[in-house]
Nanobody, 120 residues
């Protein structure tokens, strides 16, 4: 299984970016997928996740600004990021093969290499 992220870049505060993740060799359509991020010197944190039936969860600090979706099908994952803030600057990672439990996605099996988002 290979996860490849795209769409990162540099943007000014208040701007938007759309991250995408394409999964190859991934057939676990009944599992959940999600986005994580890690800023320098900080721990990795879950940003948003989506279950196979469309249920979603997201970090409190991104609610109303970020939206997760699978518009391209169960082997894809998108993250629309609006009203970006400097504190959103991080490496963003796609993850797949998780188990949805109590409103969140857990125990991801697969991880991408990440795409950098820089907000100035």
């Amino acid at each position: 299984v290979q996860l490849v992220e795209s769409g990162g870049g540099s943007v000014q505060a208040g701007g938007s970016l759309r991250l995408s993740c394409a999964a190859s060799g991934y057939t676990y359509s009944s599992y959940c997928m999600g986005w994580f991020r890690q800023a320098p010197g900080k721990e990795r944190e879950g940003v948003a996740a989506i279950d196979s039936d469309g249920a979603t969860s997201s970090l409190e600090s991104v609610k109303g600004r970020f939206a997760i979706s699978q518009t391209g099908g169960p082997n894809t994952l998108d993250l629309q990021m609006n009203s970006l803030k400097p504190e959103d600057t991080a490496m963003y990672y796609c993850a797949a093969g998780g188990i949805w439990w109590q409103g969140r996605c857990h125990e991801y099996k697969y991880w991408g290499q990440g795409t950098q988002v820089t907000v100035s």
